[in-house]
């Protein structure tokens, strides 16, 4: 119960703070349809008088005698007239508020789940990469693509029990002005009714929670499907896949059904006992209260429409607590992200390396329990304009020191050196913009190769910026014969280009960046091994200035370098000028 109510007033406190001026507009208008429907109902009283469907004594009650004197302050006779003029008014004021509030409701929905998405979306770029592993990631894009959808569904719910709220005190109110203690009976009963069924809500938010692990497992089973479909069809397991992903889906199928079968089982329920008790209630009032007249009619009519607003009522609370879980996920994932804020842009420019580029003492342990050494106490120290070649085997801390030196992991002790000076924390992420970094797994956007070039840069490159970066690549050929050139629109997977292109288009657009610090993270694997060497021998004569560093196997790559530093177990263990590898 606890943590079904911290999430519901979560959700509240998140949906105002977005909403804003739209709360309080939207609560008014639900304000006035709620009123506007009490006045069409209490004028039902005078219209059923006036037809003749009301004996003698009701042009004496108390109802009657209020509305002829407000009648009489406006100079006007209270007559049949007036009544259907004001009670057609009412009806059309009340449609407009209704369309108005409908209208406002949806757009705060929809405009509520676009923030949403845009909060964690600005999430993911302000939380630490060493925060944001695999697994993480994958929760942040259930969260934006799947959970987004129910956190919007359960706003719009939270909307629509406010409303019926309102309009439910509002027929109350009628009621308790016609007659106090025949409303109290009929709505207490109700209600009651209510209290007695809500001990289902559990298993409907139980319901939502396997509903969000099966999104989860969905997303998971298709993201591997697609970064895998080349190996699943070589394998020949493409139908067992798609047997897990049937599973799955077959599962969330039955989740969902038996929520739509709980829900209309209530609402099925609720309707049955709350017209009997509501046939009870009527009979008593007559029998033994006496009642009678339009005021009678009226609540019968009051009643009437109180049944089926309480099952609405029950109907959103039931979908509110079956997609409330996703908003609890969603909560929990950000707030895990917010306490793994990344370092932020300090004052000042980025600080220049003018003698040389290195870490000392850097100790990097894992977050997630196994305390397993990444890098152990390693020192280095690359000299600016230095080509550097890091060997070792797979594990070895290659691609940590390179995560390190780029300013992007925070290593648990030890320090960036820039010219022999700590770089510090406030300094950090002003380094990263002097850095350039290619993966293996050259990453580029579905998008045009000119904007696969440019977008992280300041302004867009020049064309003769741009032809240079190609050509250092040994790339500009390529694009030269692609359909529409610079404006072909490439895949973010291979497509278009093969893994060796990508990886040389990868590196062009970081030389447009003109980093003091290249990083080639087996940048060049996918390479044959002659235009891998031209790469390496054009960087250095295209881009003297700039200090390289190379993760390389291959004796090709490794022999390009100045120096080498061979890995071992999270050590740099030995440093050799290429002159003694090649002797």
């Not at 007036?82 to 406002?104: G, P």
């Not at 447009?512 to 390479?527: G, H, K, M, S």
């Amino acid at each position: 119960m606890s943590s079904r109510i911290h999430n519901f007033v979560d959700l509240v406190r998140h949906l105002l703070s977005f909403s804003g001026w739209r709360a309080a507009v939207l609560v008014t208008l639900m304000v006035l349809a709620a009123l506007s429907e009490g006045l069409g109902l209490l004028l039902l009283v005078p219209l059923l008088a006036f037809v003749g469907l009301a004996p003698a004594e009701t042009y004496d009650s108390a109802l009657m005698e209020a509305m002829t004197s407000a009648a009489n302050r406006f100079d006007v006779s209270l007559s049949l007239e007036l009544v259907l003029a004001t009670f057609v008014l009412l009806v059309v004021m009340r449609q407009l508020i209704v369309y108005l509030s409908a209208r406002l409701s949806a757009d705060t929905r929809v405009n509520y789940v676009a923030a949403v998405r845009k909060e964690f979306f600005a999430s993911i770029g302000a939380t630490s990469c060493r925060y944001l592993n695999g697994q993480r990631l994958t929760q942040l894009g259930q969260v934006l693509l799947m959970d987004c959808w129910r956190i919007g569904e359960a706003a719009l719910n939270v909307i629509r029990i406010l409303s019926s709220v309102i309009l439910m005190l509002a027929n109350i109110a009628v009621a308790v002005i016609l007659s106090p203690l025949l409303a109290l009976i009929v709505l207490g009963s109700i209600s009651l009714l209510t209290l007695l069924l809500s001990n289902r809500l559990r298993e409907v938010q139980a319901q939502g929670r396997k509903v969000s692990q099966i999104h989860n497992n969905i997303y998971r089973v298709v993201e591997n499907y697609m970064d895998n479909l080349r190996v699943a069809k070589m394998a020949g397991v493409v139908e067992r896949i798609q047997d897990e992903f049937g599973s799955t889906m077959d599962n969330l199928s039955v989740e969902l059904s038996g929520f739509v079968r709980e829900t209309e089982s209530m609402k099925m329920t609720l309707q049955l006992l709350g017209a009997f008790t509501v046939a009870v209630a009527l009979l008593v009032a007559v029998r033994v209260f006496g009642a009678s007249g339009p005021e009678l009619l009226l609540l019968i009519f009051i009643a009437a429409r109180f049944i089926p607003r309480i099952s609405i009522l029950n109907q959103n609370a039931h979908s509110l607590l079956h997609d409330l879980p996703a908003f609890g996920h969603a909560l929990d994932v950000l707030r895990d992200c917010q306490a793994h804020r990344d370092l932020r842009l300090g004052p000042g420019p980025p600080p220049i390396a003018t003698s040389s580029i290195g870490v000392r003492g850097i100790t990097v342990v894992t977050d997630d329990g196994s305390n397993k050494v990444l890098l152990d106490d390693v020192t280095l120290n690359i000299k600016v304009r230095e080509m550097v070649a890091i060997e070792g085997p797979s594990g070895a801390g290659k691609s940590t020191l390179a995560d390190v030196l780029s300013g992007l992991l925070q290593p648990d002790r030890g320090d960036i050196l820039i010219d022999g000076e700590p770089l510090g924390e406030d300094r950090t992420v002003n380094w990263r913009l002097c850095v350039g970094y290619v993966a293996q797994a050259a990453v580029l956007l579905q998008d045009t190769v000119r904007h696969n070039l440019n977008w992280v840069l300041p302004r867009p490159a020049s064309r003769k910026e741009i032809e240079g970066a190609l050509n250092c690549a040994e790339i500009s050929h390529v694009t030269a014969e692609l359909p529409y050139g610079l404006a072909t629109i490439i895949d973010r997977r291979e497509g278009t280009l093969s893994g060796g292109e990508r990886q040389r288009l990868a590196i062009a657009r970081e030389l447009l960046r003109r980093p003091q610090l290249l990083i080639l993270d087996e940048a060049t694997n996918a390479l044959d091994v002659d235009n891998e060497a031209r790469v390496l021998d054009n960087i250095r004569k295209f881009y003297p200035e700039m200090t390289v560093l190379v993760i390389a196997h291959r004796p090709t790559a490794i022999a390009k370098a100045d120096r080498v530093i061979r890995m071992a177990d999270g050590r740099a263990t030995d440093s050799a000028l290429r002159a003694r590898m090649s002797a």
